[in-house]
């Protein structure tokens, strides 16, 4: 698939300065700064425990970070409140790592729901748009299925159409090839792309599976749970190639630590 | 040079020696999973009891060692530089020794968590003063938002997800009418046959119809409902709201700009406040019907139970006790989705919240009907 890769502006759609996370009390992101671009595929990745969850819920509003700002499309998302946090948040939707589907409710159901709580539009124009979206991720032949009916990889498209229900400026995905096979995996990969690059849809991604990131990812940031940092940022082949870093070589080339092999 | 001790297991033989400030623990055998148990207080015990400036472990007896066998080393090791002393291994078999340096890198201490220290017994009282606090506080925040959404929910009707309301109520309460009923009727037939037999010696046993009628309307039908409710309905909540959590459904409507106070909890609450009141009413009805048939059994005609039935109770009875099973619908709903929303991760999470949904559910219907006991009596009902 020949797509147009997305390349940095000087727009800057998400800004993350000088973050600090903790979990349980524990510091596990120290003070890191990073801009995602406008319309490019932007990896968050790293080991287990790096804090790529952690820093993803704290992109979409749902930690407060122990200090920092976090910048979407220029409101800041650890002080907005009220009327600026909502509009904050018609400019994201999120896929989670399980999809995070309404059990009670058809996909069609699940789809019409942002719609039904923040338009006033019609309720045939919800259900087509609903069905747009579900089309959208080929998957308008199973709009009355119930989540529970449909495999893994379905759910999670299922979800990308929910998120897409606003038409937001950003996805977010969490680990969208975890337990998938490489063939939905890849399918997923390429749904991505294709949203991206015609939809221009800005898509942030925590993911740790390297072919997904080789064919997803215009940039990438790589956590360290050791350092607590950013320790490499840039196209992933790239890093992969010239990074002068040996835990970032390791890592992209799926090579065990010194540590590991004594 | 002293011997102290020698040890033996199935297997394992162990003996120290102390020379000079030098502990040797001499260990023969088999060093694996099912021997170290029997060996590994013991050899600890030695530095404990011995605190030797340097602690030597003499492996040259050492027949066979496993991972088991290492973490004892590793133990020991850890322990003996903890009080200040050196320690070393010898002649360990190079075949074991490869085993020790591959798990020689992680750090030994007590257990993964560290070792849990024990309280005393005021330290033990704060804790759990503070544990109580914190949980009050929570209580008290979630109450407070609950409050503000259901006036807002007063204030917009619209905004009510009317559809999850009608279908809650269909579940906790429609569906609760059998279960709901047949205690009612079991609890007016046994108190009406308990108290008939003492009452009947005194020829006062036509009182029974008082009995039923004032403790089935005032007290039994709205405490017996509530706590049915909490079992059935509270535990029901709570395990709903704790697996959308645990499945990231709760965030996902945060992060859609949805309430999951309004969205998920409202539609509870309305459907329980308004269902246990029904609920209550037919609590009350069986339980004045079994009532009924022990005081026919008895001889009495039904016209003369419902006459005398009729004279002990009073319309403020009815109201009282369907006032109290407004309030008590209102803490089991609002405590179950509380639970539910605070439930954390993993598999037994939401079975924590559950059974802290039904206790803490039946705990506050106690307090309430307490509460309710003072007023109704300092207001005169």
Request: glycine share 10%; net charge negative.
């Amino acid at each position: 698939m020949n797509l147009p890769m997305a390349s940095p502006t000087e727009d800057v759609l998400i800004r993350v300065e000088h973050f600090t996370a903790a979990y349980q009390g524990s510091v596990v992101i120290d003070d890191i700064s990073f801009e995602v671009y406008p319309g490019e595929v932007f990896v968050i990745l790293g080991g287990s425990g790096s804090g790529k969850s952690t820093l993803l819920k704290h992109m979409i509003g749902l930690f407060e970070p122990v200090s920092g700002a976090i910048l979407i499309d220029g409101d800041d998302m650890v002080t907005a409140g009220g009327d600026t946090r909502a509009r904050i948040l018609t400019k994201f939707g999120v896929m989670y790592q399980q999809g995070a589907l309404f059990g009670s409710m058809t996909l069609r159901e699940n789809v019409r729901l942002p719609l039904e709580e923040f338009t006033d539009l019609p309720d045939e124009a919800m259900n087509l748009i609903a069905d747009m979206k579900l089309k959208l991720v080929g998957l308008d032949a199973f709009a009355t299925y119930m989540p529970s009916e449909i495999s893994g990889g379905m759910q999670k498209r299922a979800a990308i159409a929910r998120a897409m229900a606003l038409d937001p400026l950003i996805l977010f995905l969490d680990e969208p090839s975890a337990g998938l096979d490489p063939i939905t995996s890849a399918e997923l990969d390429q749904l991505i792309l294709r949203l991206a690059r015609s939809l221009r849809i800005t898509f942030v991604v925590v993911s740790h599976e390297l072919p997904s990131i080789y064919a997803i990812a215009d940039r990438v940031i790589m956590l360290d749970k050791r350092v607590k940092k950013i320790v490499a940022m840039g196209p992933p082949q790239e890093l992969r190639d010239k990074s002068t870093n040996t835990w970032v070589r390791q890592f992209f080339n799926r090579e065990a630590s010194a540590e590991a092999t004594g | 040079m002293l011997a102290l001790e020698t040890e033996k297991t199935a297997s394992i033989g162990f003996r120290v020696s102390i020379d000079s400030g030098t502990s040797t623990l001499f260990v023969v055998g088999r060093l694996d999973v099912h021997t170290t148990g029997g060996v590994w207080q013991k050899a600890l015990r030695v530095i404990e009891e011995s605190h030797p400036d340097r602690f030597v472990v003499d492996a040259s007896g050492v027949t066979y060692c496993d991972g088991a066998g290492i973490a004892l080393l590793l133990k020991l090791q850890d322990r003996q530089r903890s009080a200040g002393g050196s320690f070393a291994i010898v002649s360990l078999r190079e075949v074991f020794h490869r085993l020790l340096d591959l798990y020689g890198n992680i750090p030994v201490t007590e257990s993964a968590q560290g070792t849990p220290t024990r309280l005393s017994f005021v330290e033990q009282v704060g804790r759990v003063s503070l544990e109580v606090g914190h949980n009050l506080r929570i209580l008290v925040a979630f109450t407070g938002q609950l409050t503000v959404t259901l006036f807002r929910a007063a204030a917009h009707p619209h905004h009510v997800r009317w559809r999850d309301m009608w279908h809650v109520a269909e579940l906790a309460g429609v569906n609760a009418i059998p279960i709901v009923a047949l205690i009612g009727f079991l609890l007016g037939l046994i108190m009406a046959f308990q108290s008939a037999i003492p009452m009947r010696r005194f020829g006062a046993d036509i009182f029974v119809a008082n009995l039923i009628g004032l403790s089935m309307l005032r007290e039994l039908g709205p405490l017996m409902t509530a706590i049915l409710l909490a079992g059935r309905s509270g535990s029901a909540f709570a395990a709903e709201l704790g697996t959308m959590k645990v499945r990231e459904e709760i965030d996902a409507l945060s992060t859609m700009g949805l309430d999951p106070v309004r969205f998920l909890v409202v539609p509870r609450v309305l459907a329980a406040v308004s269902m246990t009141p029904l609920l209550t009413i037919f609590a009350n009805l069986f339980g004045l019907i079994g009532g009924a048939v022990v005081m026919i059994s008895l001889g009495y005609p039904l016209v003369t139970y419902g006459n005398q039935l009729l004279s002990a109770v009073h319309l403020g009875d009815l109201i009282s006790g369907l006032s109290k099973s407004l309030a008590f619908g209102l803490v089991v709903a609002g405590v179950g989705c509380l639970r539910g929303l605070q439930t954390t991760t993993g598999a037994s999470a939401v079975g924590e919240s559950t059974t802290s949904a039904v206790v803490s559910g039946i705990i506050l219907i106690a307090i309430l009907d307490g509460v309710f006991a003072v007023l109704f009596y300092s207001l005169g009902i």
